[in-house]
């Protein structure tokens, strides 16, 4: 659920709940401390800190499909991830296009088969070779303004079927992108009776509809999307 980051220098005493986490792998800690206490990281990497907290742009190391991501939040991530200290919406709509999906299929480095759910490796050697279409200031603004919305749309989504998972005896953080749960809108009502902790059906049916009403709304704004950087890729 969380990330703790305690550079050289930290007083770890401001942070009483840490301390108290921390202690109890104290002795391990100091076996393998150089020259920072024994709660501090070896190595802090705080030349990235900065741009870690700000706004920034986010996106796994390996993923069958592009998931990139604006992260106004300032969140810390850990090495599963990479990011870019960016905001610019109109490139976030761009790498999420299925023109760029395509084009990475190509260039990355993939595990198992790009063209039956192989997982692509998001590198930046792969990345950083990526044409981004130098469109008119108008068509930019556009395709920003969908990007913003399909993010909204999806975090709404997610937070129904967390939401959802709850009412069903199910924390999020206990399940995966692969439990069939975390779909509701796809999800037939006997596969979610022999799934669900708690088989609720009226609970089931409400996430149902709610989240499939989201999907498609998110499906109505990525196509706009789609048709769009195709067009400025002259597809």
């Known amino acids: 659920m969380f990330l703790i980051y305690t550079p050289h220098g930290i007083r770890i005493s401001d942070y009483p709940a840490i301390e108290r986490h921390l202690k109890p792998f104290r002795a391990r ?15 802090p990497q705080e030349a990235y800190v900065p741009f870690l ?24 991530v850990n090495n599963k991830t990479f990011f870019l200290p960016s905001d610019d919406w109109y490139l976030l709509g761009v790498l999420n ?24 490796e998001f590198r930046a050697q792969y990345m950083e070779t990526l044409p981004v279409p130098n469109a008119p200031g108008a068509e930019r603004a556009v395709i920003a303004k969908f990007a913003q919305e399909a993010q909204r ?21 206990q399940s995966t992108s692969r439990n069939p749960l975390e779909q509701p809108w796809s999800l037939p009502p006997q596969d979610f009776t022999r799934r669900a902790p708690r088989p609720e059906l009226k ?13 498609e709304e998110i499906e109505k704004v990525e196509r706009e999307i789609d048709e769009r950087v195709s067009a400025l890729y002259g597809l």
Do not use: M, N
């Open 203 to 215: 609970k089931f049916t409400a996430a149902r509809d709610e989240t499939a009403a989201l999907t």
């Open 97 to 120: 296009s299925a023109s760029v999906v395509e084009y990475l299929k190509g260039t990355c480095s993939v595990l198992g088969d790009e063209a039956d759910g192989g997982r692509l």
């Open 29 to 43: 800690l100091e076996k393998r401390a150089t020259e920072q206490a024994w709660y501090e990281l070896q190595q």
């Open 153 to 173: 749309l999806h975090s709404e989504r997610r937070v129904r079927v967390e939401k959802f998972l709850g009412e069903i005896g199910l924390q999020a953080a």
């Open 53 to 76: 907290e700000t706004t920034k742009l986010i996106y796994p190391e390996i993923g069958k499909k592009s998931r990139f991501v604006i992260d106004a939040a300032k969140f810390f």
